[in-house]
């Protein structure tokens, strides 16, 4: 987030993501209106605040493989928003960060129209 917004390090959490997707801000759009900027915000801001903060200071465990699966797929979606309106010019994301997101894509690919 930081990389794509092109923000300095000191930039992080709630705060961060409001103020990459705010009106004019460097992830949104031309056509984006408020309200299309406040939910992207809120659902970076939600998602960070629940599933990385707690997380990412502790051995997570899961009852299902699921669970983590789509732990995993709403991360790589959240990454493809990122990714997809990083302004040019700004650094490519991470090696091996597209591998995750061509997975998931080439997987609702092969499933679409099917009920799992």
Known sequence: MRGAGNYPEKEIG???MFKAFAPKGPLTRPLDDKADCEALAELFAGSLSRFRNPGGHTNRSFEHVLEAMEE?????????IVDERRPAGLPAPLPGREGLGNFVQG???RTAGTVL
């Open 14 to 16: 709630k705060t961060l």
């Open 72 to 80: 995993l797929m709403l991360a790589s979606r959240l990454l493809r």
């Open 107 to 109: 997987r609702s690919a």
